[in-house]
């Protein structure tokens, strides 16, 4: 196959895209997709302060790189979750690369937030990692709106995104399709949220990161279950394999067809949110979870070390 562009051998093929590209073509072809989801979702522009969330994989740092490569005003942050054997590669990783490429980076340790994962597996009666997950985007958008950013980009790709609209159908969970998108606009307590990568697959972003030279973390989480989409991407990955296309297709009927439906009914039923009386935080539970599992993992502790 020639590269579409330059007519050189390709060394990627994209079916999907009816095309192919040379390794010096390719990094073009992922630069127009970021670009077609900034404008087209209007995500956000020079003139704004941008937080990347980076965890060390091949997303969220081929995600901060393009950005800045783009002339985009990003600064990481990256969450160290305290979790022995994994954390500190993660994190070397994520400050490694960006020390390398000059970019700006913050890390949240959770230790000194007083929630680091190891306690929450063994304190709270709960899967890790939805617990796990919770406080992450608790700190993302609390950092994100303390720091006076106008968006918190992440580094979802198509295939994440795709996925968790499957699982989020096969519950008909209305909330959650309601809530789901390339862009999270702004509201009390919350900032912006994008997602630039939604228009390239877990391939598409695996090849940039790898023709870009980014060493990425790429050590499963000592913690991970396994069973968190994978099943509902490998039978996406056979009905795309089948139909190419498919994948984005669907992601954009229900972008166009789906959630508006989704959100003006949750707009109807859904519970007003107030500040956390803890931490300030929306929820509409007098306290929000976070701080809930904050204070369920020191009671637990406390009564563990008979304290
Ligand atoms: Fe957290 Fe689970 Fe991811 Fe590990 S696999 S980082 S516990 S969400
Ligand atoms: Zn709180």
Redesign the pocket.
């Known amino acids: 196959m020639k590269c579409s562009r330059c007519k050189q051998l390709a060394c990627v093929s994209l079916p999907s895209h009816n095309s192919g590209f040379c390794a010096e073509c390719y990094p073009l072809f992922f630069t127009r997709q970021v670009e077609t989801a900034i404008r087209r979702e209007k995500m956000f522009t020079r003139e704004e302060r941008i937080l990347v969330a980076l ?1 060390g994989g091949k997303d969220s740092l081929s995600l901060m790189l393009e950005l800045a490569l783009q002339g985009y005003a990003v600064t990481g942050l990256h969450i160290d ?1 305290g ?1 022995p054997g ?1 954390s500190e590669k993660a994190r070397a990783k994520v400050e490694t690369f960006c020390a390398a490429h000059g970019l700006k980076i913050q890390v949240l340790e959770m230790e000194k937030e007083g929630l680091p ?1 190891p306690d929450v ?1 063994a304190h709270v009666n709960r899967p ?2 939805s617990v ?2 919770r406080i ?1 985007r608790h700190h993302f958008n609390r950092v994100a709106l303390e720091g006076g950013y106008d968006a918190l980009a992440t580094g979802h790709n198509l295939d994440d995104e795709v996925a968790r609209l499957f699982a989020n159908t096969l519950r008909w969970d209305t909330a959650y399709l309601s809530d789901q998108g390339p862009v999270l606009p702004a509201r009390e307590g919350f900032v912006r949220k994008v997602k630039p990568l939604f228009r390239l697959s877990e391939f598409e972003t695996a090849n940039y990161a790898f023709l870009k030279g980014i060493e990425i973390h790429s050590d ?6 396994g069973a ?1 989409f994978t099943g509902h991407k490998e039978l996406w990955g056979e009905l795309e394999h089948r139909s190419p296309g498919q994948k984005f297709q669907f992601y954009q009927g229900f972008l166009k067809n789906g959630k508006p439906a989704f959100a003006a009914r949750e707009k109807e039923i859904g519970e007003p949110l107030a500040p956390c009386c803890e931490c300030g935080s929306p929820t509409s539970a007098g306290t929000c979870s976070v701080c809930r599992i904050k204070a369920a993992v020191r009671e637990s502790k406390a009564k563990t070390t008979g304290a």
């Not at 499963?220 to 279950?225: H, K, L, Q, V």
């Open positions: 965890s979750l979790i994994s994962i597996k890790v990692c796990c997950g992450k499963p989480c000592p913690y991970a279950s968190s």
